[in-house]
């Protein structure tokens, strides 16, 4: 039985990644926004919301966190033609999406060097590989970002025992894809993905179990892809 911190636990591939590690006996420490159903309240736009989300995680744990799923995540439009949105929209998704997942890491780094090892796994995007929408630069950049962020974990901390994993789903269907869905068209998208699908969150969540669980050492620093071959690397 894991002690599994997930962040972003309320909704989407979140709530399913808590379902199936907690079907599979393992201790979820959930977190989200406003903290309702056993959840911890962190909103990563307040200061240092991630600092006091680990403290209380551990709190929660007993004392050990084994695993660290940073999955929380917002994708919002910020047109190119406005400064002010811009860079509201820039400030925003840097520090949800990638400061506080980077802030999660510091502390589980230095948890898992003290208690001989753990797991990270960080839910970056497609678009960390391929780009986004004009309307999206900032999340792509988070997203690739997020996928750096993990390979220098990996590559740094592997001697410590420390796996670091990032995951890149593509349209999954969750409240997160169904706005951009119907906002696109989702016919035309649908085209461009050879499975003919979105992902659902279950098969996200699964990935995140394997990978926090099952995955072989070996396979630390990996990006594993979730996107029906609509980006094939
Ligand atoms: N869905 C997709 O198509 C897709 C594709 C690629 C990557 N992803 C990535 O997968 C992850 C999960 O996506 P999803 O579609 O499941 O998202 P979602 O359904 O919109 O859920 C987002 C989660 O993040 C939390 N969150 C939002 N703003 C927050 C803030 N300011 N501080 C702390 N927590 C906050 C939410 O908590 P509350 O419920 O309290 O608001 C919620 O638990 C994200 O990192 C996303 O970028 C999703």
Request: glycine share 12%.
């Amino acid at each position: 039985m894991a002690n599994i911190l997930l962040t972003g636990a309320s909704r989407g591939i979140g709530a399913a990644a808590r379902t199936a590690l907690v079907a599979a006996g393992h201790h979820v420490i959930g977190q989200s926004t406003a903290g309702s159903d056993g959840l911890i309240a962190a909103d990563f736009t307040a200061p240092r919301a991630a600092d006091a989300l680990w403290a209380a995680a551990i709190v929660a744990a007993g004392g050990r966190i084994d695993v660290l799923v940073n999955n929380a995540g917002v994708f919002e439009d910020a047109a190119i033609d406005d400064a002010d949105t811009f860079a509201n929209a820039w400030g925003r998704s840097l520090t949800i999406n990638l400061q506080a997942a980077a802030d999660l890491c510091r502390h589980a780094v230095l948890h898992f060097q003290a208690n001989g090892g753990g797991r990270i796994i960080n839910i970056a995007s497609r678009a960390g590989h391929r780009g986004d929408s004009p309307a999206h630069w900032h999340y792509a950049a988070a997203k690739g970002g997020m996928i750096a962020l993990t390979k220098t974990i990996a590559r740094g901390y592997a001697r410590d025992n420390i796996l670091a994993f990032a995951v890149a789903p593509g349209f999954t269907m969750t409240g997160m894809a169904a706005d951009y869905l119907s906002s696109r068209g989702g016919d035309k998208l649908l085209a461009d993905i050879p499975l003919g699908r979105v992902a659902e969150p279950q098969e996200v969540a699964e990935t995140i179990r394997w990978l926090a669980v099952e995955a072989p050492p070996s396979l630390t620093g990996a990006t594993l892809d979730i996107n029906g071959a609509s980006y094939a690397r």
